[in-house]
């Protein structure tokens, strides 16, 4: 072994920090023994080449401070300590751990029985020490070059209310475009691409919401089965950017590869978000293998049951949970957060499965220490906040109930749309909320209408196409004899499943795919559009497509004449959205005149043209609704101060399969027809009298306008 020299270091920042000259080692570990960092050579990474003990600890905080080495040196650890599962303490100094600072993570698991510390099949399975060593078998950590030239990069900072979301794989975008260079397909640097960001430019989506980036690991089983944990939500390495998403190499390039990618899409105003998985790490449940939080402080990272510290308390339904109760995790997971934000430049983050970072003990609690410090911090308030909000546990539901600087995804949202086009029998001001905004939900905390992330669909469910083309899941292909996923049976009626080359049958699917594209582009709130669904890309029928990296998710830029049309529908409608604020309110409605119009700043009408009544409103259900949005008492100002004001619009949906009359709102100016998904052209237009009956076919939407009279323009 080669000698090194040793300082003692200091115990913050934690991880593994260059300076330019030397590297310092901090690593926590509360109940710890004793700790090893072990550095490998480059050329044979299966067993330590130096193995050094941390002597020096504060705040047990372990530390160590080697003047001469640089990046990109590989290592890990070691911790000594108690192997006793029922009091909560898991170490076995036979087991090589992760850093769980390391920002950057060399590799791949390589899956054998030595990472598990108990012998697999043992009587008493995990309360047996195993004393194989797993050290080749585990990744190793990367000491990393923390500079970079970002070239005056700054966050596009884009408002709430010009917000378009659209949530996408890395590697599925560019696995197969064929403008893409080979070497790059799939990868930080092929999302970066000229040709991937003229594409989502041109499509007018402001931010790329990526599935997990953070390294995450294949789990066993699925591996074992010829499948692979493709969506990511398994992670390991909550400061490394995957390696397997990097073109340059895997001993830190990934993480240079990462801000590059950062860089070019801010260069073209495109705002990057990660849905982040703070809630459990792929360690799982008592049986699972020791990486990295196990072996270094099992009692301390993790929520055990308080009855049996030999088993984990789990609110995800990934067999763990991390501790939010213990101030070093708490630390942990606020730093990763700023490390992203103030090193990589990333610009928000969806939490993944949210309602679990705010369970203290059993309860789902809003006063908890993690949502207290976000509000406080400095850089972390000022991004963007996104909550998945609900997780697996009891009272894990809490659309609506998350503190002020959140905003949410709305499942709510998404269930009332569906149902409404499915042609089921919708509560009246349900759907009315949804489309307005979902006050209900948000204004008693004092949100804004853009509080309600608004999506159809996401990678966890059906895909657009799909979700109007199959009555029932069709997820054969992930081995769990379609036992998997959603159960929700979608009954379109559009008359057989899957593809057909019957014309009926095809005009419909592709109404109905316009009607929910429209409703989620023209309701209040911030849309989120899923990767792919703007062309109609299809997973054949499988909606867990969690462990498929291949053509179930990559995506086929082959698209045909019909997917093409769809894509030219989705820009218009986003474009049409960006022009007109009354589409992006700042504000909810009052419904009643506001701000010195004489007109109510939304208004809901029947077929009969006639303005809905209380009686209405509490008759229960609907299948049809007319809403009309006035321009004119938007009652918000621009940077400038002046007011802003926008046409007046008029929504008719029908999600009744019969064409009915639908008399328009009595108006002195002429509508005009501005959209309609039954036609072959949606957007010819067409101009009516106030008063007038219009045709509005079967299972569509159309939409009419009057301009903005001249004296009004600002």
């Known amino acids: 072994m080669r000698s090194v020299k040793v300082w003692p270091g200091k115990p913050y920042p934690l991880g593994a920090t260059w300076d330019g000259q030397g590297t310092n080692f901090a690593v926590f570990s509360e109940n710890a023994d004793k700790i090893e960092l072990l550095l490998y050579d480059p050329d044979d990474v299966t067993q330590p080449e130096v193995i050094l003990p941390l002597e020096h600890r504060h705040g047990y905080v372990w530390h160590i401070y080697l003047p001469e080495v640089i990046p990109p040196q590989l290592y890990s650890y070691r911790a000594h300590g108690p192997y006793e599962p029922s009091a909560g303490h898991r170490f076995n100094p036979a087991k090589a751990l992760l850093d769980p600072y390391a920002k950057a993570i060399a590799g791949t698991i390589e899956w054998n029985e030595a990472l598990f510390p108990y012998p697999l099949g043992s009587p008493e399975e995990d309360l047996t020490l195993d004393n194989r060593d797993s050290t080749p078998y585990l990744p190793k950590c990367v000491v990393t070059n923390p500079y970079f030239d970002w070239e005056g990069d700054r966050h596009p900072g884009t408002p709430w209310s010009h917000t378009v979301i659209y949530e996408v794989h890395v590697k599925d975008i560019t696995r197969r475009h064929p403008q893409v260079e080979t070497t790059q397909r799939g990868t930080y640097a092929g999302l970066a691409s000229p040709a991937v960001i003229d594409y989502l430019t041109k499509l007018g989506i402001t931010a790329v919401e990526l599935l997990p980036v953070h390294h995450h690991v294949d789990d066993w089983l699925l591996k074992n089965n ?150 406080q911090d400095p850089v972390l308030s000022q991004v963007k906040l996104i909550a998945e909000p609900w997780d697996l546990g009891d009272g894990g539901y809490q659309v609506g109930k998350f503190p002020p600087l959140w905003v949410e995804w709305n499942g709510k949202y998404r269930d009332t749309m569906r149902s409404f086009w499915k042609g089921e029998e919708s509560g009246v001001a349900e759907v009315a909320y949804r489309l307005s905004g979902s006050s209900d939900l948000y204004q008693l905390t004092g949100r804004k209408p853009y509080a309600s992330i608004n999506f159809i669909t996401a990678h966890d469910g059906f895909c657009l196409r799909d979700l109007v083309s199959y009555n029932e899941k069709h997820n054969e292909a992930n081995g769990e004899e379609n036992r998997d996923g959603s159960d929700d049976n979608q009954s379109w009626n559009c008359g057989v499943e899957g593809p057909t080359d019957d014309p009926d049958i095809k005009r419909l699917r592709i109404r109905q795919m316009r009607n929910l594209m429209a409703t989620l582009l023209l309701s209040q709130g911030v849309p989120m559009l899923l990767g792919g669904d703007e062309f109609g890309r299809t997973k054949r029928g499988n909606n867990n497509t969690y462990c498929q990296d291949n053509d179930f998710n990559w995506f086929d830029w082959g698209i045909d004449e019909e997917g093409q049309e769809f894509l030219d529908f989705t820009r218009r409608l986003i474009e049409f959205r960006r022009e007109h604020p009354v589409f992006r309110r700042r504000r909810f409605f009052q419904g009643r005149p506001v701000h010195g119009s004489e007109i109510k700043d939304i208004t809901w009408f029947k077929p009969d043209g006639s303005e809905m009544s209380e009686e209405d409103w509490n008759a229960g259900h609907v299948r049809t609704i007319g809403m009309r949005l006035d321009g004119k008492a938007l009652g918000e100002m621009d940077e400038l101060g002046q007011p802003i004001v926008d046409d007046t619009f008029l929504l008719l949906l029908n999600a009744w399969w019969d064409d009915l009359e639908f008399r328009l709102s009595e108006e002195e100016e002429p509508w005009e027809r501005v959209l309609d998904t039954f036609e072959q052209d949606p957007f010819e237009t067409d101009d009516l009298a106030g008063g007038q009956v219009y045709l509005l076919r079967g299972r569509s939407l159309a939409v009419f306008r009057i301009p903005m009279p001249p004296a009004l323009l600002p």
């Open 226 to 375: 010829g499948l692979v944990n493709h969506w990511g939500y398994n992670t390991i390495g909550f400061f490394a950017p995957d390696s397997r998403y990097s073109s340059l190499g895997a001993r830190g390039e990934q993480v240079n590869e990462f801000r590059w990618m950062v860089k070019q899409l801010h260069k073209a105003g495109i705002e990057v978000i990660l849905d982040v998985v703070y809630n459990h790490t792929a360690e799982g449940n008592h049986l699972g293998p020791t990486l990295c939080f196990r072996g270094l402080d099992n009692l301390s990272y993790y929520q055990l049951n308080p009855e049996d510290r030999r088993y984990y308390m789990d609110f995800t339904g990934c067999s763990n949970g991390l501790n939010m109760a213990h101030p070093q995790v708490t630390q942990f997971i606020m730093d990763s957060l700023r490390y992203w934000v103030n090193e990589m430049h990333v610009d928000g983050f969806r939490f993944d499965l949210a309602s679990a970072l705010a369970r203290e003990l059993l309860e789902v609690n809003y006063l908890s220490a993690f949502f207290d410090i976000i509000h």
